[in-house]
């Protein structure tokens, strides 16, 4: 089903173009002369660009075929672990790529974009009504940058009250993101023990409460996938010493809807709106971290964002506590608005669904491995919530290792789990399912891993994938040489 595809500069035929105009009638002009009198001789260039001189079908159908090599959401089940693959539903696209949307200037004056202004305000209500959070800005462009804003927002916070707190706890099993966007924001990550249940225990974190502790970041549902049942203890034990909580939202899809997280004492938090609220993501982008906070660290918050008198929609630009810029305009707005239409398509009565068919989608998978994957459940007894990892226990057995499992399985067609993430759980597989897939989808997942499992051979294992465009790479080699043409 591959079909070799040489690169499109060779697939030309002099003259070819994809779209024929018909003559206005003007008289042509030499560019070139008038070009000369205003730019510099240097900069114009002496050759005609090399263009590949080809017709539309030409293009749609090279570009079509360079997509069907790559694993995507809309040709396979995608359960990347903590990264949320849901599919991606068209009238979010529809509504993104409105013509007076799509071909928006970012420095188009707030009073000529009054509607857009009027977006970003009513999407900015649904966060604060579907966290119980007193303010939104969606500056960031991504997770990690989230969470670096909100840890300047704490770093200001305790600057303006004149205290020097240095360090942030934060599990064993976080996200990579968050020790990195701490050290970066000027803090020391310090690591806690996650117990031996898989969440963080409220008397473990005590030990390390002392006046440094600028603030907590834990990430709730962790990345186990299992509720951090001493949230609440962790939160009044943390604002007892004047600390913050910080708490990673990247994985909001198994909240939505349901708990707010302010109930549960949260100060501030980032949410992925390319992962819980349905933007294709991937590859690098596009991303939107949303940053919602209190009504204490408001002051704070990164410049500038959208307010309303009553009237009119406008820029706010920062008082003397705003950290400042995080990026050049107001938000990714591409990925905003599909946020925004993803909610409207919903409904409120709808929302409750998504993290509910999350959980339930993500316990199904739990427990049908159980059988397949003998021993391998650390947290066999707990109800998890949108995700569900394993260790590499019940495969070693058949002397399959995590990364094999992982590539025979592109041969079944699915996209692989998350692989060796979380570090504390070994050889770890992690699965998200998300709320898109079907029961059917799920159980030819569940027949493929179970193949596997008990089928599945070392020598033919290490020769996987098979089926694909681009056979077994040498990822060391990959890494160290990459070749971007062939
Ligand atoms: C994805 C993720 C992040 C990082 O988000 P990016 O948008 O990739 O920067 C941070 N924390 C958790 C728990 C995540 O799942």
Not at 54 to 70: A, C, G, I, K, Y
Not at 123 to 132: A, P, R, S, V
Not at 403 to 416: N, Q, R, S, V, W
Request: a positive charge.
């Amino acid at each position: 089903m591959f079909i070799n595809e040489g690169l499109l500069i060779k697939q030309g035929s002099k003259g070819l173009s994809g779209i024929s105009v018909p003559s206005c009638g003007l008289k042509e002009r030499d560019i070139n002369k008038k070009a000369r009198e205003l730019i510099n001789e240097k900069y114009i260039r002496k050759k005609d660009p090399c263009l590949p001189e080809v017709s539309e079908p030409d293009v749609v159908r090279h570009f079509t075929r360079l997509s069907s090599w790559n694993m995507c959401v809309d040709l396979n089940f995608y359960p990347l672990g903590s990264c949320t693959m849901k599919y991606n539903p068209r009238i979010n696209e529809i509504v993104s790529s409105m013509g007076n949307i799509r071909s928006l200037h970012p420095l188009t004056p707030g009073r000529l974009v009054q509607p857009v202004l009027k977006i970003i305000y009513n999407f900015e209500l649904m966060l604060k009504e579907l966290t119980g959070l007193d303010a939104f800005v969606f500056s960031p462009q991504a997770g990690a940058a989230g969470e670096f804003t909100g840890l300047k927002i704490v770093k200001k916070y305790f600057e303006s009250k004149g205290e020097d707190r240095h360090i942030i706890l934060m599990p064993d099993s976080a996200h990579g993101t968050n020790p990195a966007s701490s050290s970066l924001a000027g803090f020391i990550p310090v690591e806690i023990k996650t117990g031996p249940k898989g969440y963080i225990e409220a008397k473990e974190v005590q030990k390390y409460i002392t006046p440094d502790v600028a603030g907590i970041m834990i990430t709730n549902p962790n990345t186990s996938g299992l509720f951090e049942k001493d949230i609440a203890a962790i939160c009044e034990a943390m604002h007892k010493n004047g600390s913050v909580v910080y708490m990673d939202g990247a994985n909001f899809n198994a909240f939505i809807g349901s708990i707010r997280v302010k109930d549960l004492g949260i100060d501030l938090i980032q949410l992925n709106l390319h992962k819980t609220f349905s933007t294709p993501h991937g590859g690098g982008g596009p991303g939107g971290g949303a940053v919602g906070v209190v009504d204490y660290l408001r002051d704070f918050l990164p410049v500038p964002y959208v307010v309303f008198d009553g009237q009119n929609y406008g820029l706010f630009q920062g008082g003397k506590n705003a950290i400042g810029r995080i990026s050049p305009f107001l938000c990714n707005f591409g990925v905003l608005i599909k946020a925004y239409a993803y909610l409207l398509s919903l409904g409120s009565s709808n929302i409750p669904s998504v993290s509910e068919i999350a959980i339930l989608n993500a316990n199904y998978v739990k427990k049908r491995m159980k059988g397949i994957f003998k021993g391998a459940d650390l947290f066999e007894e707990e109800l998890c919530m949108h995700e569900c990892v394993f260790t590499d226990k019940a495969i070693e057995e058949n002397k399959i290792s995590t990364l094999e499992l992982a590539k025979l399985l592109i041969d079944y067609g699915f996209h692989p789990p998350t692989v060796y993430f979380p570090k504390n759980i070994h050889g770890a597989i992690m699965i998200e399912p998300t709320e898109t897939e079907s029961i059917r989808t799920l159980d030819n997942f569940i027949r493929a891993i179970e193949k596997i499992r008990f089928k599945a051979k070392k020598s033919s294992a290490l020769k996987s994938p098979k089926k694909t465009k681009v056979k077994r790479v040498n990822e060391v080699l990959a890494n160290k040489n990459p070749v971007y043409r062939y």
